[in-house]
């Protein structure tokens, strides 16, 4: 089964407002990453987040890790149309070792 | 950052051939390359993970007589799809490793479609 959920599965909103996607998994981890893909597209990696941080921020991305409730939040801020994409997390068990996805959600940002 | 391709981005095959995908790590040297299956609308399923010299490890439920993974050297695996069916169709996407790192860079993705 797989390690981390995601919710929502869809999200459409507006450009200029934010975006909140959620994740959570199942066991102890080392890291968790969040990726977007456009459609039929390879992986971006946006960015990681270690077990022992709790926030982080890249550009309009904001990113938050619970790992008492084992849960992850990715805020797109002032989203554009460009942000259309399938968003991933994905959790590491160990240093560089294999990732498990989330199921992912949908972002659409209507112009 | 680091960058990582894959060869070819799409192929169409007949039922029963076999059909080979090369990732390629353009700028570093990857001891450890994963391999992933993505269906149309569903997540990345990690396959297999090849280790530079070594047999790769698989998944539960891949079979590895049908995806043949050779990771011949630190810059370049392969997946060999073998008697590819129609159910094999897919997106298959590699990542490599960064050294000492957490990251994981991957290929745009090859498309599998079998007729």
């Known amino acids: 089964s797989q390690q981390g959920e995601e919710d929502p599965q869809a999200l459409s909103i507006q450009e200029g407002e934010n975006a909140t996607m959620n994740c959570s998994y199942k066991t102890s981890i080392n890291n968790l990453q969040w990726y977007r893909q456009n459609s039929g597209r390879g992986l971006v990696h946006l960015i990681l987040i270690r077990s022992n941080e709790r926030e982080k921020h890249s550009g309009r991305l904001r990113v938050t890790l619970d790992t008492s409730k084992k849960s992850s939040s990715l805020l797109i801020t002032a989203s554009r149309a460009a942000d259309t994409a399938s968003y991933f997390c994905a959790t590491g068990l160990s240093a560089g070792n294999m990732l498990t996805f989330g199921g992912g959600t949908r972002l659409m940002v209507k112009p | 950052g680091a960058v990582v391709s894959q060869h070819p981005s799409w192929v169409i095959c007949k039922s029963g051939t076999s059909v080979k995908i090369e990732c390629r790590s353009l700028?570093?040297?990857?001891?450890?390359m994963f391999w992933y299956r993505q269906f149309p609308k569903q997540s990345l399923m990690l396959m297999a993970t090849s280790n530079e010299g070594s047999k790769a490890t698989y998944e539960q439920g891949v079979e590895k007589d049908k995806f043949l993974i050779n990771h011949a050297s630190l810059t370049l695996s392969t997946l060999t799809v073998t008697s590819a069916h129609p159910e094999d169709s897919s997106f298959y996407i590699c990542?490599?490793?960064?050294?000492?790192?957490?990251?994981?860079?991957f290929g745009p993705g090859t498309r599998l479609t079998v007729l």
């Open positions: 990542s490599a490793r960064s050294p000492g790192g957490n990251e994981q860079f």
């Open positions: 700028d570093f040297q990857a001891t450890t």
